[in-house]
C-alpha cells in the first residue's frame, strides 16, 4: 500500500536544521516491502504525526537534505518513492508540463477571477472538490504507470489558489487572482482551498494547497526576480496578509509559497526577498498565523535568486543558508538546496542549536 503522510513538524530534537528541513510533507512511502513493514511509521494504529516524526528521524542529513529539491528523489532503504513537488491546479486541475501521453481529461473550471465574480463560496467550495477527485485520480493512475514515483503536475500537492491582491491590474496574473477585495479574496480562497485539502477521511489531505504568492505581490512581474516592495505596516496587515491569514487559520493551508521579490516595511528594513525574508516567514507565518508546522516552498528559482538577481546575499551558499534560516522548506526549480546547504553546513552558516553534533547525526546510530 501507498502511504502519504502529510505531517508537519517532526521533532528530531538533533537541530533546528533538521527541524526545518524536515518541516515539509513527506511523500508516498512504499510499507509492504520489508524490512520497513515492522517500523512505526508503516503502524495504521499510529498517528500520521507519529509515523511522519518516526520516519523522518530515521533520515541521515544527507537523505534530509536530498528532500529539498523539488525533485526529490526515491530513499529505497526507508521504501520511501521518488516525490515531484511541482503540480498546478488554480481552476481545475493541470497538466501542463505533464505527462499527458495518457490521453485523459479533466474538468477546467472559469479562470480564478471569474469564479471569486460568483460571489458564490459553496459553488467555488464545489469546483476545489472536483479539483482535488480529479487530482487524486489522476495522481493514482501516473503512480501505477511510472511504479509509485510522482510525475510533473501530477503530485498530491498544488501551488494553488493564487490570493494576491489584484492592486494594478497592469500586473498581467489578474485573471489568477479572486480580484481587489480582501475579504472577497478571503473568503473564496478558504473556499478553494477546503475543497482541495478536505476529503472524506480527516486524516488524510486530499491535495494539499499553497496559497501564493506570500505576500506584497501583485506585479511589476518582468522584474519580480530583483524588486522589492515597500509597504507600511498598516498596508501590509490590513489587505495584504488579510487572504493569506485566513488561507492558514480558516483554510488550514498545508503549505504556502513565498513571492520571488521581496518586501520592505518598518519590522523589514532590510528589504530581505521573500524566501529569505525572516519576518515574513518567522514572525508573520509561523509566530502571529500559529502556524509552526506549515510548510514553506519556494517559488521558481527564488533561492537561486536571492544572490543572482536580488544580490541579497553574497554566494549561492549564503543564500541557501538564507532561505533555510528564514525557514523555506522546499527549492523549487534549481538546486541551491542540495549544491550549498551541505556546504552552508559546513561553513557554520545554518543554525545548530540542539545537542547533537551534526557528526554524530549523520553517524549510523541515525542512519537506522
Ligand atoms: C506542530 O507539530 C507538533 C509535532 O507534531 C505538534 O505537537 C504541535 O501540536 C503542532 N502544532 C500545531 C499548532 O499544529
Ligand atoms: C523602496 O524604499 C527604498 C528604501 O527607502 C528605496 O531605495 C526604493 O527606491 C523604494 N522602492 C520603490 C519601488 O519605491
Ligand atoms: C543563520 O542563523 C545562524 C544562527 O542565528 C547564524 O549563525 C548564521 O550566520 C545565519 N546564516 C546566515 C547566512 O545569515
Known amino acids: 500500500m501507498t502511504m502519504f503522510f502529510y505531517s508537519v513538524v517532526l521533532v528530531l530534537g538533533a537541530s533546528l536544521f ?67 513537488w511541482r503540480s498546478n491546479c488554480a481552476h481545475g486541475w493541470t497538466l501542463s508540463g505533464g505527462p499527458d501521453w495518457l490521453g485523459y481529461t479533466w474538468t477546467v473550471f472559469p479562470a480564478p477571477i471569474g469564479m471569486a465574480a460568483t460571489f458564490d463560496k459553496d459553488l467555488v467550495l464545489k469546483a476545489g472538490q472536483v479539483t482535488s477527485t480529479e487530482g487524486r485520480a489522476l495522481h493514482n493512475e501516473i503512480m501505477t504507470h511510472y511504479n509509485g514515483a510522482s510525475q510533473e503536475a501530477t503530485g498530491l500537492n498544488c501551488y494553488s489558489p493564487v490570493v494576491n491582491l489584484l492592486r494594478d491590474s497592469r ?19 478558504v473556499a478553494y482551498t477546503k475543497g482541495l485539502q478536505e476529503g472524506s477521511d480527516p486524516t488524510y489531505v486530499k491535495i494539499a494547497a499553497s496559497p501564493k504568492h506570500f505576500s506584497v505581490h501583485s506585479g511589476p512581474d518582468n522584474i519580480r526576480n530583483r524588486f ?44 530581505a526577498p521573500d524566501a529569505a525574508n525572516p519576518f515574513l516567514l518567522q514572525t508573520v507565518l509561523r509566530e502571529q498565523f500559529g502556524a509552526p508546522n506549515i510548510s514553506v516552498v519556494s517559488d521558481n528559482e527564488a533561492i537561486e535568486q536571492v544572490y543572482s538577481d536580488h544580490h541579497f546575499a553574497s554566494s549561492y551558499e549564503q543564500a541557501a543558508a538564507l532561505c533555510m534560516n528564514a525557514s523555506t522548506d522546499l527549492d523549487l526549480g534549481d538546486t541551491t538546496y542540495i549544491k550549498y546547504l551541505p556546504v552552508a553546513l559546513k561553513d557554520n552558516l545554518v543554525h545548530f542549536s540542539g545537542s547533537v553534533p551534526v557528526d554524530q547525526w549523520q553517524s549510523d546510530k541515525h542512519a537506522r
Open 228 to 271: 522589492t516592495a515597500n509597504t507600511t505596516l498598516h498596508d501590509l496587515y490590513d489587505t495584504y496578509l488579510a487572504a493569506f491569514k485566513s488561507q492558514v487559520i480558516g483554510g488550514k493551508a498545508m503549505q504556502i509559497m513565498p513571492a520571488l521579490s521581496g518586501m520592505r516595511c518598518e519590522k523589514e528594513e532590510d528589504g
Open 18 to 84: 533538521a527541524q526545518a528541513i524536515a518541516r515539509f510533507p513527506i511523500p508516498s512511502v512504499d510499507c509492504q516491502s520489508l524490512p520497513q513493514a515492522s517500523y512505526p511509521f508503516c503502524d495504521p494504529k499510529l498517528t500520521p504525526e507519529t509515523r511522519a516524526t518516526d520516519l523522518v528521524s530515521r533520515l541521515t542529513v544527507d537523505e534530509l537534505i536530498s528532500q529539498t529539491f523539488y525533485l526529490a528523489p526515491a530513499i529505497s532503504r526507508l521504501g520511501i518513492n521518488a516525490y515531484n
Open 171 to 189: 500586473w498581467g496574473r489578474a485573471q489568477e487572482t479572486f480580484g481587489e477585495d480582501p475579504y472577497l479574496l478571503s473568503q473564496i480562497g
